[in-house]
């Protein structure tokens, strides 16, 4: 398996845990302070990056980092680790799990605006094809319009712009730092700010109210947290920025499968039409997912001819 098919593999990864993780949150926080359950989650993912990246024999790499990669990891943690989780999980609390499903997975038009001007990243016509159905695939699927959107996606739209700003420059970092250190340094980070924010902003006393129930939300939360990080700075590692993001929209159909077996939100033509869209987008974006289904047909092709 090469580099880009071992990156496009965990970006899928990626995508499914995403998109459970969202639906899960949506459960979790309720009842709970946003901020709260933010820095509860992630303080359990940044320890566990931790302890993974110790039993890896990542660590040792830290002392090859130059002040410029140090500086990189101190802002990635703030502008991904800390201010958007604020953002974001404010904003789930003011809105649906479909509809921040949807703003999350537009981060691949920023990001490609910001590969494209500060990492060189080409867009060729494929790629932009593949952007445009990814977007119009999203907007059939949930009904999207300017009408519908309330402060709570606000939110959680700024907090996709940090999103996009860190994923460029940790695209930047992960030449020289492996992604596990990158996610570790994410998590760990941001949850320091986090905590600063909470004893600040007078939510101390909450760590008192912590019951089993919502110590299991909160594990679940950084579990699926841990396993999203891990598996997408390894992947972004490996492949464009810009194709990464793309691959992550897939995530939003994960939702909507997860909330129509579940909650009894069943999809019409008009959501299907937008999954199969979506699909189509991630095929134009990705070498790989194209190459990877073209073998699959050639298979097929050739099993039936040989029977």
Same mark, same amino acid.
């Given at each position: ?79 991904? %680790?800390?201010?958007? !989780?604020? @953002?974001? $999980?404010?904003?789930? &609390?003011?809105?649906? =799990? /479909?509809? #921040? *499903? ?86 760990? %980070?941001?949850?320091? !700010?986090? @905590?600063? $924010?909470?004893?600040? &902003?007078?939510?101390? =006393? /909450?760590? #008192? *109210? ?92 050739? @099993?039936?001819?040989?029977?």
């Amino acid at each position: 398996m090469t580099n880009q098919e071992k990156g496009t593999s965990l970006v899928l990864a990626t995508a499914f845990i995403s998109g459970l993780a969202i639906f899960i949150n949506k459960f979790g926080i309720k009842g709970m302070d946003p901020y709260f359950y933010t820095f509860a989650k992630n303080i359990i993912a940044g320890a566990l990056l931790l302890s993974i990246l110790l039993l890896a024999k990542h660590w040792p790499s830290l002392k090859k980092l130059d002040k410029a990669d140090k500086w990189r990891l101190l802002l990635i943690s703030i502008i991904g %680790g800390a201010v958007p !989780f604020l @953002l974001f $999980f404010k904003g789930l &609390t003011m809105t649906t =799990a /479909l509809k #921040a *499903g949807f703003i999350h997975k537009t981060l691949f038009i920023y990001v490609g605006i910001l590969a494209a001007i500060f990492l060189k990243e080409k867009i060729n016509k494929s790629m932009l094809f593949g952007f445009i159905s990814l977007l119009a695939g999203s907007i059939l699927f949930l009904k999207i319009t300017p009408q519908s959107l309330n402060l709570g996606d606000l939110f959680i739209f700024i907090a996709v712009l940090f999103w996009a700003v860190e994923i460029a420059i940790s695209k930047k970092t992960l030449q020289k730092v492996s992604g596990t250190l990158v996610a570790t340094a994410r998590m760990l %980070g941001g949850s320091v !700010f986090i @905590l600063l $924010f909470l004893l600040f &902003t007078g939510r101390a =006393a /909450l760590f #008192a *109210g912590i019951d089993w129930t919502m110590l299991l939300w909160m594990a679940i939360g950084g579990v699926l947290l841990t396993g999203y990080t891990i598996t997408f700075y390894n992947g972004l590692q490996k492949i464009k920025a810009s194709v990464a993001t793309s691959i992550l929209t897939l995530g939003m159909a994960v939702t909507a499968l997860l909330s129509a077996l579940f909650l009894d939100k069943s999809l019409n033509a008009q959501q299907l039409l937008g999954i199969l869209l979506m699909i189509v987008g991630v095929i134009f974006v990705s070498k790989i997912v194209r190459r990877f289904i073209k073998s699959i047909i050639f298979r097929k092709a050739k @099993l039936n001819a040989s029977t």
